[in-house]
């Protein structure tokens, strides 16, 4: 169990204290005096420093705000109204350009930032970390084995260097490690060999994430500019996410369906 999950662990087992609600609601409330104070009482270097946070959260507030504002709103297009005569009753209706179908798209990029598909694998099989992790005993007490030694694929960025043996807590073999996928384009219904960027979501622990294992059912990033992939916008399309579909570590390579 990774460490900070005990809370969560808890509170499935025991449930929440009977006032957690209010005791939630007074704590919001009590933050804005306290983010007051702090902001008359801060000088020098952190007070610049928390004057150019807040203006970016108030800039991304309002910018909310405004997009909730037009979600139902219309528009006047005067660009799309036709040269010369037209009918009475057609003279509202002309140019109309409804901003919901922007609100539609800002929604649609947001779903793809939070990774909401409908993946090729909806559920895949829990694995403990006694599965994954192997204990490593080493040194001169061998009680204090707190090295562990990852038996499943992983995925290490470029410039990766490992700590020194005496603070590295998690060791991933060379072995184990792996750059590239065979990815499938479920509409091409063809196979490529492509490089991974990184790993973007392992369902069984946030933890897996961090050290990119590779597990069946992991999301991962992978470079897809050599299929000449266009966005509407006319933009190549770089990194794309995949679904991995196989036991990499069973197989020795792995495979995944591109999610489009």
Not at 26 to 53: D, I, M, P, T, Y
Not at 223 to 241: A, F, I
């Amino acid at each position: 169990m990774a460490q900070n999950d005990y809370i969560e662990l808890a509170q499935k087992r025991h449930g929440q204290r009977f006032d957690h609600a209010e005791r939630t609601r007074k704590r919001k409330a009590r933050e804005v005096h306290k983010q007051s104070q702090f902001a008359q009482k801060v000088h020098g270097l952190r007070a610049k420093l928390h004057n150019r946070k807040r203006r970016v959260e108030k800039i991304q507030m309002k910018k909310t705000i405004k997009m909730h504002e037009e979600r139902a709103t219309t528009k006047r297009d005067d660009d799309a109204v036709p040269d010369g005569a037209i009918p009475a009753y057609l003279m509202d209706r002309e140019g109309v350009n409804r901003s919901k179908v922007l609100s539609n798209m800002i929604k649609q990029k947001r779903k793809e930032k939070a990774g909401k598909w409908s993946v090729p694998l909806p559920k895949v099989r829990g694995m403990s970390e006694e599965e994954v992790f192997k204990v490593v005993k080493s040194g001169k007490r061998k009680s204090n084995s707190y090295k562990r030694m990852v038996t499943k694929v992983t995925f290490v960025g470029e410039g990766f260097t490992r700590k020194p043996p005496k603070f590295e807590r998690f060791i991933r073999p060379m072995g184990l490690r792996f750059k590239k996928a065979h990815v499938t384009h479920p509409e091409l219904r063809t196979t490529f060999n492509l490089p991974i960027i990184g790993v973007k979501k392992n369902p069984n622990s946030a933890l897996y994430t961090q050290l990119g294992v590779i597990t069946k059912g992991t999301i991962i990033e992978v470079n897809v500019s050599e299929l000449g992939l266009v966005t509407t916008g006319g933009k190549v399309v770089w990194g794309k996410y995949a679904q991995v579909t196989n036991n990499p570590e069973n197989d020795g390579c792995i495979n995944a369906v591109l999610l489009v």
